[in-house]
């Protein structure tokens, strides 16, 4: 159409690092406070603190694209579980914009694509098949 079907390699690499962002800060918020977030002030129980250590360690993974595949997999099976056990479970609606799962749905997804389309060029796990 415009032309840009030659930087889709790019786009996966832009999407892959923005969402890596994205979910690294919730790692960070949880277990490092940054940026603060009142509701994680008192420890966490066990649950939130395995869902920061994977947010924090698969956000990073997925950010700089190493070992994409496995972190993204077992990123998108966290948010599946947040989502049912969290924003569904805790007596809401199944509908993610009344329960405010909005969020984790497109996490789960984003990272089910990374599964199958991988990291893209701009990537430690690109520049480890050219080495």
Known sequence: ???????????????????????????????LHIPHVAMFDSPLPPMLLAAGIIELVGGFLITIGWFTRVAAFICSGEMAVAFFQYHVRMGRSIFPTQNEGDAAVLFCFIFLFLVAAGAGPWSVDAMRKKG
């Open 1 to 31: 159409m415009l032309g840009l079907e030659r930087f889709s390699p790019q786009f996966l690499s832009v999407l892959r690092i923005m969402a890596g962002l994205l979910f690294l800060e919730h790692g960070t918020s949880k277990l």
